[in-house]
C-alpha cells in the first residue's frame, strides 16, 4: 500500500510546548523543529474519517514505549490537530527465510496497515535519484581518471 500523502505545517509553539513537557523527551525542544516545518502523513492511505499523523519523537526514557506523534484532520482554516504520547504498535514481521525481523514503526491501534506493508513513493523516488547521481559521478570520477593517466604517461 502506499502512504498517504497529506502534509501538514507543524503548530511551532503547540509542538515545542509537547516536545518539552513530554517524559524523555529532546533537552532542547527548537533543536528538534524548525518554526516553517512541514511533517507528511505516515500511515497508509487511509479515508478521511481517520487522523493523519506525523512521528515527532521517540521518548528517551527505560520503558522507551511511547512516542510523540503529531495528528490532524482537516485542511487549511479547518485543520484540527493534537499532539499525543502514544504507546508503539507491537506488530512485527518476521522473515523465516533471513530471520530479520521488522517492528511496526507507528503507534498502536493505528489505521490501516503496518509500517512495513506501506511503501513511501516520494522516498523511492529521492533513493533512486541519489543511486542515479552517485551511478553518474562515479562514472565521470573513472572517466577522468583515465584520462589523467594516460596523459601523464612519457
Not at 82 to 99: G, Q, S
Not at 103 to 129: E, K, N
Request: aromatic share 8%; net charge negative.
Amino acid at each position: 500500500m502506499l502512504q498517504c500523502t497529506a502534509v501538514t505545517d507543524v503548530p511551532f509553539f503547540e509542538a515545542l510546548l509537547a516536545l518539552a513537557g513530554m517524559e524523555g523527551g529532546p533537552e532542547h525542544p527548537p533543536d528538534v523543529l524548525a518554526q516553517d516545518d512541514f511533517l507528511l502523513c505516515e500511515l497508509g492511505e487511509h479515508d478521511e474519517a481517520a487522523e493523519h499523523a506525523a512521528h515527532l519523537w521517540t521518548a528517551d526514557v527505560p520503558d522507551g514505549d511511547r512516542d510523540l506523534w503529531l495528528l490532524w484532520t482537516g485542511v487549511g482554516a479547518h485543520r484540527v490537530y493534537r499532539f499525543d504520547a502514544l504507546p508503539l504498535c507491537p506488530a512485527v514481521l518476521r522473515e523465516l527465510a533471513t530471520r530479520a525481523v521488522t517492528s511496526c514503526a507507528y503507534f498502536d491501534h493505528h489505521p490501516g496497515p503496518h509500517s512495513f506493508a506501506v511503501t513511501d513513493p516520494l522516498g523511492d523516488l529521492i533513493t533512486q535519484h541519489i543511486h542515479s547521481e552517485v551511478r553518474r559521478l562515479t562514472a565521470e570520477d573513472d572517466n577522468t581518471s583515465g584520462t589523467d593517466a594516460e596523459t601523464d604517461r612519457p
